[in-house]
């Protein structure tokens, strides 16, 4: 649920549609699946509507179940799913306005321990994205703060205070990252804040663009940063932090999201038409290693809605992307890495991550 995202949903008033099907022939699937091999895909569901989904498409039977979550705990994620993680054996999932971290087997898909998410005043914190490491998770909180979960003992341990209404984040040489946004205050933010996560304490803050909405980092621990600007007078950005000298660089691309994976970088980008429909809807390919464009667009399919989401199978290399039209149920696509097109498949509303599961 980005700011940018939210802004274009106003736009959107048709009603959610339940029905999930695979795109495969072979038909829908009739019971909840097995979880083997495949993929789970995070959806956030509308704002406000307690909706949020979590669907798993099975790489052996080509089927995508309507809510794995639902089947398989008889209750619903909750309101506005935000992000989600695989550490170990463990899902762990952001729910935003629900303000709580759902802990779920990832073999099973049977939720271990649903954990809320309060401030000191017993107020919503209001979870935003998960990066994990050295045994913890670390949630970011849209509240202004950062804490820590044991992975161990599914216990939260410390908090501290960051940048205002913080969002995206990355872990790179044990520091994490976190791109402070400023969406909620009177003025909008423009630091990455970098916590060392050996002593949990807020080192420096990195001056970027405006509201920086997107964070991931490279091989070379180099940090790439996409920001929205305040949609007027300063435009978004794509930016790179260098990991010795923190030094920040404009990259000349439009990006709405991205993901990393080897040297490359995986960027979608699109415009708006006069009706607030995507349109010129491009995957693009960096060289974060030679610090080059590759391709300005590997996808010739046809591309439905307004891409959301965007995630490389670390096994097959196969790039996923996933679309919406922010309230009708959404889709998923996997293209191989030359960009042609393999197989889609129905998401729930918003889907907004992708995590890949290996048995």
Known sequence: MKTNKILASLFLTALAVPFFTSCDPKGEITQTPTISSGVFVLNEGKYNSNNASLTYYDFATSFASADLFLDKNNRGLGDT????????????????KSSL????????GVSIKS???????????????????????????????????????????????????????????????????GGMATVMDSTISVINLSTFAEEKRIKVNLNPAAIKADSYGDIYVVSNGNYGSVPGKFQRIEAV???????????????????????????????????????????????????????????????????????TN?????????????????????????????????????????K
């Not at 799913?81 to 935003?96: C, F, R, T």
């Not at 990066?131 to 804490?147: P, Q, S």
């Not at 591309?303 to 959301?308: E, L, M, N, Q, V």
């Not at 309230?327 to 729930?348: A, E, I, P, Q, S």
């Open 318 to 358: 196969d790039i996923y992307l996933g679309v919406t039209d922010y309230v009708n149920n959404g889709k998923m696509y996997c293209f191989d890495n030359n960009g042609t097109l393999k197989f889609t498949f129905t998401t729930g509303i918003n889907p907004n991550k992708v995590v890949f599961i290996t």
């Open 115 to 181: 954990i809320p998410m309060k401030n000191a005043s017993n107020a919503p914190s209001s979870p935003r994205t998960l990066t994990a490491a050295n045994g913890k998770v670390y949630i970011v909180l849209y509240d202004g703060h950062v804490t820590q979960l044991d992975t161990t003992s599914l216990t939260l341990g410390s908090t501290i205070s960051v940048g205002a209404n913080p969002d995206a984040s990355v872990i790179s040489n044990n520091k994490l990252y976190v791109a402070n946004t």
């Open 101 to 108: 971290i759902e802990v779920v087997n990832a073999n099973t």
């Open 81 to 96: 799913g935000q992000d989600m993680i695989k550490y170990g054996s463990n899902l762990y999932i952001a729910v935003y």
């Open 245 to 315: 000298t923190n030094k920040v660089t404009d990259i000349n691309l439009a990006v709405k999201n991205f993901e990393i994976y080897g040297d490359k970088a995986y960027i979608y980008n699109f415009t708006y038409d006069a009706n607030w429909q995507a349109t010129n809807k491009t995957i693009a390919v960096y060289d974060v290693k030679n610090e080059q464009l590759v391709s300005a667009n590997i996808v010739t399919s046809t591309i439905d809605k307004t891409p959301y989401c965007i995630d490389v199978d670390p096994t």
